[in-house]
Nanobody
Framework: QVQLVESGGGLVRPGGSLRLSCAAS????????MKWYCQAPGKERQLVAV????????NYADSVKGRFTISRDNAKNTVYLQMNSLKPEDTAVYYC???????????WGQGTQVIVSS
């Protein structure tokens, strides 16, 4: 059974930080490209960050470059999103996504809410 379980969301003041985690199971995590997406109320889901299987390549949306960092621990089957200098416009539900290279299957987590507000 495939599972992607996000955690670490919450309410934070502007300028603050959060670290999201996504624990994976049921598929070959180490051979999967991992991504974080966000979806704000009334808006489409948007790609935030991508990391390749070994972490050698990381890409970010322009809106988060220099503030967010994606990383992964293949030994723990976990991907992270360190979010610094948070802004109110970062408020959204953040979703973990996996693309398993061997099967081309795609998996989604249930999302974790991030609210940036004073």
């Amino acid at each position: 059974q495939v599972q992607l379980v996000e955690s670490g969301g919450g309410l934070v003041r502007p300028g603050g930080s959060l670290r999201l985690s996504c624990a994976a199971s049921g598929f070959t995590f180490s051979r999967s490209i991992m991504k974080w997406y966000c979806q704000a109320p009334g808006k489409e889901r948007q790609l935030v960050a991508v990391i390749t299987t070994t972490g050698g390549i990381r890409n970010y949306a322009d809106s988060v470059k220099g503030r967010f960092t994606i990383s992964r621990d293949n030994a723990k089957n976990t991907v992270y999103l360190q979010m610094n200098s948070l802004k109110p416009e970062d408020t959204a539900v953040y979703y973990c996504n996996a693309v398993e290279l061997v099967t081309s299957k795609e998996y989604w987590g249930q999302g974790t809410q991030v609210i940036v507000s004073s």
